[in-house]
């Protein structure tokens, strides 16, 4: 793709010129630049670039369209993270289970928190009756042997469930009571 804009050229020459500066010459006579015409770059003065970013330099871009198209969709994983987290937050997941799911710090979630949620009174989550709490740990099991269901969203299929009843946080609780620390850290997933 031919680059004819202005501000388009100023962004490489500016570009090529940093890459001059640093001695990265093998990048620039790779990309078709040769010595003469690096050297003579080099002499311009600043007044002169601005004017040669006005000239028809006949710029091409070459697009890698798989590595574009891996940025696109990583992208759109980065705002379904976004997405996942703020339900989480609002529906009261613990702070354990949101910073091993997102890798974000304490300070992070508490910003989240006071963004998206009413003030908290705080205390433990209430624990459902004996048969409730029977039915959350077979609808976990279940939700945790489909393979299709992406890790982050199984607390959200979970709580989907039981959404009129119970926060994550209790849900968290349920799953997690008859587990020790280190099969606790295992559910977090």
């Known amino acids: 793709m031919v680059v004819k804009d202005e501000f388009l050229q100023r962004i490489f020459l500016s570009h090529v010129f940093r890459l001059l ?3 990265r ?3 620039l006579l790779e990309a078709g630049f040769s010595m003469e015409t690096l050297e003579a770059l080099r002499g311009l003065s600043a007044q002169n670039l601005e004017l040669l970013s006005t000239m028809n330099l006949r710029c091409s871009i070459k697009v890698e369209d798989a590595t574009f198209m891996l940025s696109i969709q990583t992208v759109g994983e980065l705002q379904k993270d976004k997405e996942r987290l703020e339900y989480y937050v609002t529906h009261q997941a613990p702070a354990c289970l949101l910073m091993t799911l ?3 710090s304490g300070s992070e979630l508490q910003k989240l928190k006071d963004s998206l949620c009413p003030p908290n009174k705080g205390g433990r989550y209430a ?3 004996e048969k409730q709490r029977e039915a959350i740990h077979a609808a976990w099991a279940a939700i945790g042997a489909d393979t299709a269901v992406n890790p982050k969203d199984q607390w959200i299929v979970l709580h989907q469930k039981y959404e009129r009843e ?3 946080g209790t849900l968290w609780n349920v799953v997690n009571e008859f587990a020790s620390p280190s ?3 295992d559910n977090r997933r």
């Open 25 to 27: 010459l093998p990048e």
């Open 127 to 129: 624990m459902p009756g």
């Open 183 to 185: 099969a606790s850290a």
């Open 21 to 23: 500066e640093e001695g």
């Open 102 to 104: 997102f890798h974000v």
């Open 166 to 168: 119970f926060s994550i």
